[in-house]
């Protein structure tokens, strides 16, 4: 009983290639996240979907695509991957409005992409 | 905007004793929650601890507890009776109540115990 997983957990792959990594959460909440984690540990926000809506984008290259078929679900492809991107990405999500009273943000696994 | 500091890149403490992560904050929403996770080894993110900027007691966990300073812009974590386990980063982060929910992070202290 999963609460946020994340497919594959490592991607290792050739440069300009396209990729996908996958996002799944059961917890019924509204709203999800995709974070950066680069190599000195820094996480940062990239995208937000609510109810399959886009609300934030931050500055990222547009070869990064956020796809959300349902609220449950919310996948990042990647393409013509270049060797900066490699880092840890995090899916995560968590119910919004924060006044709601739910307050934690539950964080996937990870998927630690390598390009070489 | 919204900043986190963390100033202490790492730490040592010796095992069964305390330990105090420092964090400050720069916001200027009148509301936001304050955040603490934990990164082992092994990569996930685990939640620790939340303090709400209107709550009136420090929030404790177990070990964990929030030494919650408004005044100064503080949210230093403390883990009590440390233990080997606890070796992991620890990351501060803060969520504005004007924000879309996503959380900005400290750059993390990494805490190291020593058996």
């Known amino acids: 009983d999963t609460a946020v997983s994340q497919t594959p957990k490592y991607l290792v792959t050739q440069m300009g290639n396209d990729k996908s990594i996958k996002c799944e959460q059961n917890?019924?909440?509204?709203?999800m996240y995709w974070y950066k984690q680069d190599s000195k540990k820094f996480l940062k926000i990239m995208f937000s979907?609510?109810?399959?809506?886009l609300i934030i984008n931050e500055t990222v290259p547009n070869r990064f695509s956020p796809k959300s078929p349902d609220k449950a679900h919310l996948n990042l492809h990647i393409n013509s991957l270049e060797l900066g991107d490699s880092a840890v990405y995090f899916c995560?999500?968590?119910?919004?409005?924060w006044g709601a009273g739910l307050r934690e943000q539950f964080f996937g696994p990870g998927t630690r992409l390598t390009v070489l | 905007a919204q900043k986190i500091t963390q100033t202490q890149p790492g730490m040592f403490v010796q095992e069964k004793e305390a330990v105090t992560l420092d964090c400050t904050y720069d916001?200027?929403?009148?509301?936001?929650?304050l955040f603490w996770y934990k990164q082992p080894s092994s990569g996930e993110m685990i939640f620790l601890i939340y303090?709400?900027?209107?709550?009136?007691q420090n929030a404790t966990e177990g070990r964990y507890s929030l030494n919650f300073q408004k005044a100064r812009k503080s949210a230093n974590l403390v883990i009590s009776a440390s233990q080997l386990g606890d070796s992991a980063m620890y990351f501060c982060?803060?969520?504005?109540?004007?924000?879309?929910?996503?959380?900005?992070f400290g750059k993390g202290t990494k805490l190291s115990v020593k058996p």
């Open positions: 995560a999500s968590s119910q919004v409005p």
């Open positions: 916001t200027s929403d009148p509301s936001y929650g």
């Open positions: 303090q709400g900027s209107y709550d009136q």
């Open positions: 982060a803060m969520r504005g109540v004007g924000s879309q929910g996503n959380l900005i």
């Open positions: 917890l019924g909440h509204d709203t």
């Open positions: 979907y609510n109810n399959k809506e």
